[in-house]
């Protein structure tokens, strides 16, 4: 992947990108957790009836490269505690790095199960019992593999001040999301978890037919 092995010698620098505004914020208040004392901030889209939820901590400049992770909604890892996926760990990891580090942005997007809902996610689980993988489960159902676009996520991170990013994520779209949305990438920081049995196929998937980067999967 050769976008990503240029973060470890050259930061990868922002491409061109549209400055028009897209997103408003509508809300902002304190959120004390377990991992620290954190902001929440609501946005609204102004294009679509989007919305997201940026929880944040610190402030932000320009220069100074600040810990960040675009975190897709999966109401199954993230509340439930399912140990079919490794979301609800990247995020407590997440909060973790930001809570310990007093710096950095998470911006929850609500595109459930990359972007086909919780209720077309539950199909697909159904299908995934009968044995088909994460990826023939949703080809199957006649959806997207993968529906996401993180645009107006980076447009947040922008908002709040920020230039350089220390990215959380396996991901490299969002990776190049970041970059195609203005921002410079300095790090990428890995959130790996060793797979389980119930994690394998899913994360074998990931790697060998999605590309994301997971060092412990072979
Ligand atoms: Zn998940």
Redesign the pocket.
């Known amino acids: 992947m050769n976008f990503i092995e240029k973060i470890k010698d050259h930061p990868i620098v922002p491409a061109p990108f549209s400055n028009a505004r897209t997103i408003e914020k509508v809300a902002e208040a304190r959120l004390p957790t377990e991992f620290g004392d954190f902001r929440i901030a609501g946005y609204r889209s102004m294009t679509s009836d989007e919305e997201f939820v940026c929880v944040y901590k610190g402030e932000f400049h320009q220069d100074v490269p600040a810990l960040v992770r675009i975190h897709s909604q999966?109401l199954?890892?993230d509340v439930f505690h399912s140990t079919k996926?490794d979301?609800g760990p990247q995020l407590q990891r997440a909060m973790e790095l930001i809570g310990r580090e007093g710096r950095g942005a998470i911006v929850y997007q609500h595109q459930e199960g990359r972007g086909i809902g919780i209720i077309n996610k539950i199909r697909a689980y159904a299908l995934q019992d009968e044995g088909a993988d994460t990826i023939e489960a949703n080809e199957r159902l006649g959806l997207g593999v993968d529906l996401r676009v993180y645009d107006q996520c980076v447009e947040i991170l922008r908002e709040l001040g920020m230039g350089k990013v220390r990215v959380m994520s396996n991901n490299p779209e969002k990776l190049k999301a970041m970059r195609d949305g203005g921002l410079t990438v300095v790090e990428r920081v890995p959130l790996e978890f060793r797979p389980s049995k119930n994690t394998i196929k899913y994360l074998t998937t990931k790697k060998f037919q999605m590309g994301h980067l997971l060092r412990l999967v072979s």
């Open positions: 999966c199954t890892g996926c979301c």
